[in-house]
């Protein structure tokens, strides 16, 4: 069955400090694959998507991830967090024939201490 | 401010109720879909609706139905709710519904079940 997991329930990073957010994806064939953040009582917002091309891919709020095809994986980074980044982080992955609807993984909660 | 508005906010009910959550896409969008998150279960994909016609089904109990009006806002309606049934009920919105679409998602309904 087609599935995304995000294998970390809870992260707590120092601002500052870099982070790492992990996403692994279980498709036959390369989904198109999301990162959404929730902050604290709002709905989703898009961070970023890849379909094909460079494995390394920008988003807002200062946000990369990378698809590494041989990890089945789609890990979030970035290099300085903002305490504002506290929220929870969600991976999606979707079949590129569009038959199947948008999967979620059960997200990742960050907390940014001081 | 996404554009999608979602009402209630809030909801507080009995089991055996019956309540409406609707949802307003943005402007232009053409496809609406729904999602339950829950603590246990994550963001689980509801139902999809493109143009006033269903296109998706996902996990969706029988006890829940929902539709797409002319003016393409929809509303899902939940009925004998259990005590289960609470959780955060979001709509998003697409210009398409194409699988490489970005969602924009409404603030969604939190929906108590007492």
């Known amino acids: 069955a087609q599935s995304v997991t995000q294998p970390d329930i809870h992260i707590t990073v120092s601002e500052g400090a870099s982070l790492e957010l992990r996403c692994n994806y279980s498709y036959g064939a390369t989904p198109y694959l999301f990162w959404y953040v929730q902050s604290p009582g709002q709905g989703l917002q898009l961070l970023l998507k890849y379909f094909s091309g460079d494995t390394l891919v920008q988003g807002i709020k200062g946000f990369e991830a990378e698809f590494k095809r041989s990890q089945s994986s789609f890990n979030l980074r970035k290099p300085s967090v903002h305490w504002s980044d506290a929220a929870e982080y969600f991976c999606?992955?979707?079949?590129?024939?569009?038959?199947?609807?948008?999967?979620f993984g059960k997200g990742t909660r960050l907390s940014v201490i001081a | 401010d996404s554009g999608v508005t979602q009402t209630p906010k809030h909801l507080i009910t009995a089991t055996g109720q019956r309540v409406t959550l609707r949802c307003s896409p943005r402007s232009g969008d053409l496809s609406v879909y729904w999602y339950q998150q829950s603590l246990d279960q994550g963001l689980q994909f509801l139902i999809q609706?493109?143009?006033?016609?269903?296109?998706a089904k996902g996990n969706i109990l029988e006890r829940f139905s929902a539709q797409q009006f002319p003016d393409l806002h929809s509303e899902l309606n939940l009925s004998s709710l259990e005590l289960g049934d609470s959780a955060l009920y979001f709509c998003a919105s697409s210009l398409s519904g194409r699988a490489a679409e970005k969602l924009f998602f409404g603030s969604g309904t939190q929906l108590s079940v007492l």
């Open positions: 999606a992955a979707v079949g590129a024939s569009g038959n199947t609807p948008l999967v």
């Open positions: 609706y493109y143009n006033g016609e269903e296109r």
